[in-house]
Nanobody, 126 residues
Framework: VQLQASGGGLVPAGGSLRLSCAASRRTFSSYNMGWFRQVPGNEHEFVATIRWSDGSTYYTDSVKGRFTISRDIAKNTVYLQMNSLKPEDTAVYYC????????????????????WGQGTQVTVSS
């Protein structure tokens, strides 16, 4: 199972970025996908997740109304559209996958996920 995250960068406060996570077809067909973020010295923080079966989504409170997780099944890709970015959104963002059969929804803890992509840095300047 391979996950490849991309799309990070430097953006001013109030700006937008779209992160992408390309997954192998096997991952996409039976895994719920999630986005986490991490700042140095802290644990992975849950951001959002999308369910493979019906596309249902769930967000942490701090990003509700600003971030949108979505997927393109044909491209085996999950996206995180981030709008109205704030300096406190600065972090390394990771995509992750958890096998749907584990029955955890929404999975909000990093230990619940089976596979991880490499991180992509998001920096929001004030």
């Amino acid at each position: 199972v391979q996950l490849q995250a991309s799309g990070g960068g430097l953006v001013p406060a109030g700006g937008s970025l779209r992160l992408s996570c390309a997954a192998s077809r096997r991952t996409f067909s039976s895994y719920n996908m999630g986005w986490f973020r991490q700042v140095p010295g802290n644990e992975h923080e849950f951001v959002a997740t999308i369910r493979w079966s019906d596309g249902s989504t769930y967000y942490t409170d701090s990003v509700k109304g600003r971030f949108t997780i979505s997927r393109d099944i044909a491209k085996n890709t999950v996206y995180l559209q981030m709008n109205s970015l704030k300096p406190e959104d600065t972090a390394v963002y990771y995509c992750a996958a958890v096998w749907y059969a584990r029955g955890v929804w929404p999975a909000q803890n990093s230990y619940e996920y089976d596979y991880w992509g490499q991180g992509t840095q998001v920096t929001v300047s004030s």
